[in-house]
């Protein structure tokens, strides 16, 4: 079982829609959560973390956690062609005694005008 | 000044060069990172340095050798590479190596073709 698995998409939305992308996780001792975007030949940027059980609003952006599910998902409401990027979901797992920060493949979302 | 810088941005290498990716950063951060980037895969954290020591090392090819000789620079050095190993090498850095925080900040990543 993958780490951290996301649907690779494309996911293509209109503009002014909601963008939803899905992660999920195999640690159930995970406790810290992340969404990093990516542009096309740039480097991921952090712009979501989510620690607690439920949603964390930033802006347009929303993340959603469910730990007993195993779940996270980000929502990005007004979509812009801006926010056509490759979202990757990011997630602390145990690794030993130590956590390291493990990745998902992203999902590319592409915003239509 | 951005705030984690890597050269070159491009390299065409064949098998048999040897070269090295250059890393700096700025933020006075205490931890840096080597990550490779392939094609709908996610990203694979080759090296782990914290105050200069490193801490981790993914099972590495040892083809692939990083030096950390301060908390500000980062190399990686390349030789006898294969074709597989193109890709996109990220650098990047974050305040500790804990994790727990999950802040990394990006350098604009090395893109890597071996003939």
């Known amino acids: 079982q993958k780490e951290v698995e996301q649907n690779s998409g494309p996911l293509s939305v209109p503009e002014g829609a909601i963008a939803s992308l899905n992660c999920t996780y195999s640690d159930r001792g995970s406790q810290s959560f992340f969404w990093y975007r990516q542009y096309s030949g740039k480097s991921p940027e952090l712009i979501m973390s989510i620690y607690s059980n439920g949603d964390k609003e930033d802006g347009r952006f929303t993340a959603q956690l469910n730990k007993a599910s195993q779940y996270v998902s980000l929502l990005i409401r007004d979509s812009q062609p801006s926010d056509s990027a490759t979202y990757l979901c990011a997630v602390n797992i145990r690794d030993g005694s130590d956590y390291k920060l493990s990745f998902g493949a992203g999902t590319t979302v592409t915003v239509r005008a | 000044e951005t705030g984690v810088t890597q050269t070159p941005r491009h390299l065409v290498m064949g098998m048999t060069n040897k070269k090295s990716l250059k890393c700096e950063q700025h933020l006075g951060h205490n931890a840096m990172y080597w990550y490779k980037q392939s094609a709908k895969k996610p990203l694979e954290l080759m090296f782990v340095?914290?105050?200069?020591?490193?801490?981790e090392n993914n099972s590495v090819p040892s083809r692939f050798s990083p030096e950390c000789p301060n908390s500000s620079h980062l190399f990686l050095h390349l030789h006898t590479l294969q074709p597989e190993d193109s890709a996109l090498y990220l650098c990047a850095s974050s305040q500790d190596r804990r994790g727990m925080n999950g802040e990394l900040f990006f350098g604009e990543g090395s893109r890597l073709t071996v003939l």
């Open positions: 340095y914290s105050l200069e020591e490193r801490v």
